[in-house]
């Protein structure tokens, strides 16, 4: 089994530079499915939810050609199958857009209930609502969730919470509908921005993304066209964070400036200094950093997919700092692994307190998630001694080339191989 061996001390200092936004790219992928034509799609990452996203498209019928390591082109044209496989389907959470997209496209689909990180149970409540106002029946059955309409015609959809994958959905689904769709309460993030943007230039009619409220004026056929990916502003927030806790002098490269500044702001009154130009920010961090209170929110907020590794920074900090999750009900089980490697943290419900100034040691721990996993790399950067963390399959699906980036950066980070003989761990040469 591989596992990723940290010893930490040591400060980052170069450049590095972001992928494509993971986010985006497991909406965009689906999306795809509705044009008529070949897309090309560019600023790919290179991650493992991408690689399963490509399987269960070629499994539709969609034929892939990978035109460069970032690159690929998509034809649909073929796509007949409504039917998503279920091995696949429920290890990935994204897998849910492809209801929107075969509903879109067929006015039928039919998937697993979709899976992913293991912090939370996916409720999809909000996307069948908005089927459902479209003209759809749908019927959860088991572990598959169906959708069927005679015909999709648009109508006024109100979510009762902020939901980044229900607004994605609903728009996949409404953007060859009847009639006009508007969505309110829609999320705000850019990868919604993304696959708007995205279905804008093969024809769709998508306006007001990036605001709560999106207009979708159907259209009856899409086209081609040839798309870039934003960068991922996660990735980018979690190398600003290990900086921020390490000490050092980074600059991270493609980038939108614009979506790092709820993370750069919150990582400025930790005690980091930033400053971006315009594609690229770059960090200087002395390692002495000040406690903070911090609150999850829907974009423009702060982002919970950082909140594990804002968490392993206040570890470090002078003072008790407070994170409260307003996102997800079950995001703190990371927390654990952070204790065994020493860290002081009192968890509640969706609060946690955060003892600082607490010495970290190495430690043997298991990624419980994708940012869990990232949290426990920062915390083996600070950590006296060497820390092993395993499970990084999870760290796979979101992070492309982690180990090789932060390596470059003068992290004293690996790859390794173990092999487990009479119930004893041993690192394979």
């Known amino acids: 089994m591989k596992k990723i061996v940290v010893s930490g001390g040591r400060k980052l200092y170069g450049n590095v530079k972001i992928s494509g ?136 959809v109100y979510f009762d919470i902020v939901s980044v994958g229900a607004t994605i959905n609903l728009i996949l689904a409404a953007v060859k509908a009847s009639g006009v769709t508007t969505i309110e309460n829609a999320a705000k993030e850019p990868h919604v921005v993304d696959v708007a943007n995205f279905l804008n230039s093969m024809g769709a009619d998508i306006r007001g993304a990036g605001t709560d409220l999106i207009k979708i004026k159907g259209v009856k056929h899409l086209k081609g066209t040839s798309y870039s990916i934003i960068p991922d502003q996660i990735e980018a927030g979690t190398y600003l964070a290990a900086v921020t806790a390490t000490g ?24 980091a200094k930033i400053k971006f130009s315009d594609d690229s920010v770059s960090i200087v961090s002395n390692g002495n950093l000040n406690k903070c209170n911090v609150k999850t929110m829907p974009y423009p907020g702060f982002p919970t997919d950082m909140q594990p590794q804002i968490t392993a920074i206040l570890t470090q900090a002078i003072g008790t700092s407070v994170i409260s999750e307003s996102v997800w009900d079950h995001r ?41 996993g990232a949290a426990l790399i920062i915390s083996g950067l600070i950590s006296k001694g060497t820390t092993v963390i395993g499970n990084i399959n999870f760290i796979e699906r979101g992070y492309e080339g982690i180990v090789e980036k932060l390596s470059n950066l003068g992290a004293d980070i690996k790859l390794a191989k173990f092999e487990n003989l009479n119930n004893v761990t041993y690192a394979a040469g």
Do not use: W
């Open 21 to 156: 936004a993971k986010n985006a790219a497991v909406a965009i992928l689906p999306a795809s499915i509705l044009s008529e034509e070949k897309v090309v799609i560019e600023n790919i990452p290179d991650i493992s939810d991408i690689s399963l996203m490509c399987k269960i498209l070629e499994q539709l019928g969609a034929e892939i050609k990978v035109l460069g390591k970032h690159e690929l082109e998509i034809d649909a044209k073929n796509v007949s199958n409504c039917e998503a496989d279920f091995e696949d389907v429920k290890h990935m959470r994204a897998s849910c857009y492809l209801l929107g997209a075969l509903l879109g496209k067929f006015g039928n689909s039919c998937i697993a209930m979709p899976g992913g990180c293991n912090f939370e149970l996916r409720p999809i409540d909000q996307h069948i609502k908005g089927f459902s106002i479209l003209g759809s029946s749908c019927e959860i059955s088991g572990g598959f969730v169906t959708a069927k309409a005679k015909k999709l015609v648009g109508g006024n």
């Open 248 to 271: 050092g002098n980074i600059t991270i490269e493609n980038i939108i400036p614009k979506h790092l500044e709820p993370i750069a702001a919150k990582l400025e009154e930790i005690g």
């Open 332 to 372: 703190f089980k990371y927390v654990s692994e952070l204790v065994r490697m020493g860290a002081k943290i009192l968890v509640d419900g969706r609060v946690a307190i955060i003892e600082g100034k607490t010495e970290l040691t190495g430690a043997n721990v298991k990624a419980a998630d994708l940012r869990a």
